[in-house]
């Protein structure tokens, strides 16, 4: 089939009454459509087990466009593709009706059978749909048939094998689309670019030249009513082994042959076979977890929120060194951490490069600062070099300055959700932003390690953390015993450090 930016495509929403689906994917529908980016052959089909009238899903969907962009340019043409079918996905006999729905829009809108299923709803009812779509003869059509799933992907390697395996049944693995979010962000994107796209940095980018790498994600928000799910994840399948894995990966893969999914997804994978395994008892000296507790402004703690175990052992935050033992990598930690209820929401990558050999400019009282490249994810997006100058006057001193690249200020509030890349993306048929199932594999199987003895040893002293702070101090230590310590994620002045 020819690729094209904007093919005829049916889109059908398993879970479409939900969060999800309200928050991300309506409005990021939305957008495509007034950008033009939606053929205007297109048709959305809704599904949850809610009995709604069409009329009062095309206002749920008219009220989420509204809530979330506030603007109802286009809407009533945009909402007049939306069609509804209460259906439980459990029930055998609602996959006829779905297929006849499917295949009168088919023709209505001259779509060529092209059908994107995206499953935004609990992982234990993936196999059951896709078992449906297949043997219920909805994937039966001449177009592309793209199977869209949402994250968790599993909840440990055997887990996701087994959901993998029973999608398998009825996808190929290229008409997978595994979510990951974070792949959608403009500067997670970007730092490819950066890093393929100067002469400045790529010779650098070594353990030649490199001391240490830190990702930080960091959150204000605390578990807020998501305490059940999170109780049985934690920090550590909710955000390391997806989100935080593939920016280590896509900070550390070898330069692809080409900008193909194929090359692409292959470097990332190198990266994640290459990540130093964890012996049982090693997992201390590289892994520690916190957990928040109240603080003094009444702030609550993990323990009291909805949902979660007054005693429970579930982990808030993560802190981790990485090892990646290539050619490339030897020798240079990769620090990740993330955390909710932190001191401020923050994704940020600092790569500090290694001091220069002879410091001509030495200072007893003032040590020359590192070179620094930050790379700014969210919520500012862009990049900071950090470099050392000439103080201006006759004594010849170093200061530290830093040239700033701001995306915000070029690309202001255009710059598209990462829901909006991923849905558009999906309907191109270009799965570079997707993650590949060696991928999921292999980050199940290096997080598996941690939680199996952290599972098997009750953390005594959580909480560790006071809401709103900047998380356990054991994290600290972690960088210490190396002689490093985190950069700061707020005002990043290496003098000030
Ligand atoms: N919300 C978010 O921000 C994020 C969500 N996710 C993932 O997306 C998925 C959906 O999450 P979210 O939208 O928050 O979940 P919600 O609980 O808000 O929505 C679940 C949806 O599934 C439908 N549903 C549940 N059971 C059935 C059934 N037997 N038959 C048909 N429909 C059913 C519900 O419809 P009804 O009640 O009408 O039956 C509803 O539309 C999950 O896998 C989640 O982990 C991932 C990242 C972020
Ligand atoms: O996938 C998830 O990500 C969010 C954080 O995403 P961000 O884009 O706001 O950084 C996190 O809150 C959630 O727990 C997790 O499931």
Request: hydrophobic share 35%; proline share 4%.
């Amino acid at each position: 089939m020819k690729q094209t930016d904007t093919p005829s495509t049916l889109l059908m929403i398993f879970g479409a009454t939900g969060d999800l689906a309200k928050r991300k994917l309506y409005p990021s529908l939305f957008h495509l459509f007034n950008k033009g980016k939606i053929s205007k052959d297109f048709a959305v089909i809704g599904v949850a087990r809610r009995e709604w009238t069409e009329e009062q899903f095309k206002k749920h969907v008219e009220d989420s466009v509204l809530t979330s962009i506030g603007t109802k340019e286009n809407i009533d043409e945009f909402i007049s593709h939306f069609y509804y079918q209460s259906h439980d996905v459990s029930d055998s006999e609602s996959y006829i009706t779905l297929k006849n729905l499917a295949d009168s829009l088919d023709n209505k809108y001259n779509l060529h059978g092209n059908r994107i299923f995206y499953l935004a709803m609990a992982p234990e009812f993936f196999g059951t749909i896709t078992d449906h779509l297949k043997s219920d003869g909805l994937t039966d059509t001449q177009g592309f048939h793209r199977l869209v799933i949402e994250k968790p992907f599993g909840h440990d390697l055997p887990s996701a094998e087994q959901l993998n395996n029973q999608i398998r049944e009825s996808f190929t693995e290229d008409q997978i689309y595994r979510i990951d979010h974070y792949l959608g962000k403009e500067m997670v994107q970007n730092i490819e670019v950066i890093r393929f796209a100067n002469a400045l940095f790529e010779p650098l980018w070594n353990s030649r030249y490199i001391s240490n790498i830190q990702v930080t994600s960091s959150e204000e928000l605390g578990v807020e009513e998501r305490g059940r799910y999170y109780e049985k994840s934690g920090a550590l399948r909710d955000m390391v082994q997806n989100h935080m894995l593939q920016m280590v990966a896509l900070l550390a893969m070898e330069p692809p042959i080409k900008l193909t999914t194929e090359e692409i997804r292959g470097e990332k994978v190198k990266v994640l076979r290459a990540l130093r395994p964890l012996k049982d008892d090693e997992v201390k000296d590289y892994f520690v977890r916190g957990q928040y507790g109240p603080n003094e402004t009444g702030g609550r703690g993990y323990r009291q929120e909805p949902n979660v175990d007054p005693n429970s052992n579930t982990e808030t935050y993560v802190a981790g060194k990485l090892m990646i033992d290539n050619f490339r990598w030897a020798g240079v930690p990769i620090y990740i951490r993330t955390g909710k209820r932190m001191e401020t929401k923050s994704t940020k990558i600092v790569i500090q490069f290694k001091d220069i050999p002879m410091n001509l400019y030495y200072n007893r009282d003032k040590p020359l600062a590192p070179n620094l490249l930050v790379i700014h994810i969210q919520p500012d997006e862009g990049i900071t070099l950090h470099l050392n100058a000439k103080k201006s006057g006759q004594n010849v001193e170093t200061t530290p300055v830093k040239l700033n690249f701001s995306n915000n200020s070029v690309d202001g509030m255009n710059t598209p959700e990462a829901y909006e890349k991923l849905l558009h993306d999906c309907m191109r048929g270009d799965a570079t932003n997707f993650t590949h199932w060696d991928d999921v594999k292999l980050s199940w199987a290096y997080v598996d390690k941690i939680s199996e003895v952290w599972e098997t040893t009750k953390e005594t002293e959580f909480p560790n953390y006071c809401a709103g702070t900047a998380g356990p101090k054991a994290a600290d230590e972690l960088l210490e015993k190396d002689g490093f310590y985190w950069w700061p994620i707020d005002n990043l002045d290496v003098d000030n450090c």
